[in-house]
């Protein structure tokens, strides 16, 4: 149900833009985030907006430098990653949930994830 693209290798301080593509069911019903897994840790929480679009939340190590927005038309979901650091290296999921949280355990559906390499 949801199909995450846009990541690449990019030099550090560079920019990236992911998008998640939702069925409309999905978009507009349940609240959509943003989450990483680096080798060998736990996947973390990084941006979540609610299913109406008025609220995000960010984890603090991207504030100010991400940004997670939604396109009602195109019922996708986007992450734009600015000043990206090498410690942003991971693979990136989207997940639709209906509870707005912190945790993956609150997210139902997932995608498929997408690399995203800062190099220094």
């Known amino acids: 149900q949801l199909q995450a693209c846009g990541g690449g290798l990019v030099q550090a301080g560079g920019s990236l833009r992911l998008s998640c593509a939702a069925s409309?069911?999905?978009?507009?019903?349940?609240?959509m985030g943003w989450f990483r897994q680096s080798p060998g840790k736990e996947r973390e929480f990084v941006a979540v907006?609610?299913?109406?679009?008025?609220?995000?939340d960010y984890t603090d190590t991207v504030k100010g430098r991400f940004t997670i927005s939604k396109d009602r038309a195109k019922n996708t979901v986007y992450l734009q990653m600015n000043s990206l650091r090498p410690e942003d290296t991971a693979v990136y999921y989207c997940?639709?949930?209906?509870?707005?949280?912190?945790?993956?355990?609150?997210?139902?559906?997932w995608g498929q994830g997408t690399l995203v390499t800062v190099s220094s």
């Open positions: 409309e069911r999905t978009f507009n019903m349940h609240n």
């Open positions: 907006i609610s299913w109406g679009g008025a609220n995000a």
């Open positions: 997940a639709a949930g209906q509870y707005y949280g912190r945790s993956p355990i609150q997210y139902h559906y």
